[in-house]
C-alpha cells in the first residue's frame, strides 16, 4: 500500500473513534444528566424525568427525615 491509501484509510479511522469517544463519554457525563434532566422538566415529561431521578426514594427520605422527631410518626411507620 502506498501512503496515499493508508492516509485514506487511516484519516476517517481517526475522526470516527475521536467522535466515538467524545459520544461515549459526553453520555455519561454529569452535564448530560443534568440537560436531560432539565429538557424532561420542561417538556413535562414524567418518564425522562423518573429515568434520572428515584422519586420513590426520594419521598421515602422526605418522609423518615420529617418524622424523625414526631413520635406521632414513628409509631405509625412501624
Do not use: C
Not at 6 to 22: E, M, S, W
Not at 24 to 43: D, F, G, K, M
Not at 51 to 60: I, L, N, Q, S
Amino acid at each position: 500500500m502506498n501512503k496515499k491509501t493508508v492516509l485514506l484509510v487511516a484519516a476517517p479511522t481517526l475522526v470516527l473513534l475521536v467522535g466515538a469517544a467524545f459520544w461515549w463519554t459526553w453520555n455519561r457525563s454529569p452535564r448530560h444528566s443534568i440537560v436531560e434532566l432539565s429538557r424532561a422538566i420542561e417538556q413535562r415529561d414524567r418518564y425522562s424525568f423518573e429515568r434520572f431521578v428515584d422519586v420513590d426514594g426520594v419521598v421515602r427520605s422526605v418522609v423518615s427525615e420529617v418524622a424523625a422527631g414526631n413520635p406521632i410518626a414513628q409509631g405509625a411507620m412501624t
